[in-house]
């Protein structure tokens, strides 16, 4: 089956940064829903006619991955208002966070923890990989045509390369 819009497809991945250090091993397959949500549009545009077996080497640009780094999606808030057991590199949720923490922090985002001071926690908005070149070595297992269920909610269940205001790297 070739991959078009609005099937699913199952990939295995290698990704690199730009200097060639390994971010991300996938060696077990996982789904995606190609035409969804799933998937940043350079991928898809890649994945497009190809079948099973097929393997595809993508330079991606930060204007075609997460975006380039945004200062603006830093914000510090007051360590006293966030958990004791905070610590650098935690994800919170921004709609867990007390409201008094950092107003001008937008709720709807994902905060990956950059610092911890004695008065303050320097809350990241910005994806883990905003502002960087990636090398994506792809392999096609698996093409599938997309049951209604996914196609309905836009995703095959995992979103690894879903862009989302200060998303957190999934999979």
């Given at each position: 089956?070739?991959?078009?819009?609005?099937?699913?497809?199952?990939?295995?991945?290698?990704?690199?940064?730009?200097?060639?250090?390994?971010?991300?091993?996938?060696?077990?397959?996982?789904?995606?829903?190609?035409?969804?949500?799933?998937?940043?549009p350079?991928?898809?545009?890649?994945?497009?006619?190809?079948?099973?077996?097929?393997?595809?080497?993508?330079q991606?640009e930060?204007?075609?991955?997460?975006?380039?780094?945004?200062?603006?999606l830093?914000?510090?808030?007051?360590r006293?208002?966030?958990?004791?057991?905070?610590?650098?590199g935690?994800?919170?949720?921004?709609?867990?966070?007390?409201?008094?923490?950092?107003?001008?922090?937008?709720?709807?985002?994902?905060?990956?923890?950059?610092?911890?001071?004695?008065?303050?926690?320097?809350?990241?908005?910005?994806?883990?990989?905003?502002?960087?070149?990636?090398?994506?070595?792809?392999?096609?297992?698996?093409?599938?045509?997309?049951?209604?269920?996914?196609?309905?909610?836009?995703?095959?269940?995992?979103?690894?390369?879903?862009?989302?205001p200060?998303?957190?790297?999934?999979?």
């Amino acid at each position: 089956m070739e991959i078009t819009r609005q099937c699913v497809v199952a990939l295995t991945w290698t990704l690199k940064d730009s200097l060639g250090e390994v971010l991300d091993l996938l060696e077990e397959p996982v789904e995606f829903l190609v035409g969804g949500d799933d998937l940043l549009p350079r991928i898809e545009e890649a994945l497009q006619g190809r079948s099973a077996g097929a393997t595809l080497a993508l330079q991606l640009e930060p204007e075609d991955a997460f975006g380039d780094f945004d200062e603006q999606l830093l914000f510090l808030a007051p360590r006293a208002l966030l958990p004791a057991d905070v610590e650098e590199g935690m994800a919170l949720d921004g709609m867990a966070l007390p409201e008094a923490c950092s107003p001008d922090a937008p709720r709807h985002a994902v905060y990956t923890v950059a610092g911890v001071y004695p008065e303050h926690v320097l809350l990241d908005g910005n994806h883990p990989l905003a502002g960087m070149g990636l090398r994506l070595q792809l392999t096609v297992q698996a093409v599938r045509a997309a049951s209604a269920q996914e196609i309905g909610c836009g995703s095959a269940g995992t979103g690894f390369f879903r862009v989302q205001p200060g998303g957190s790297l999934r999979h």
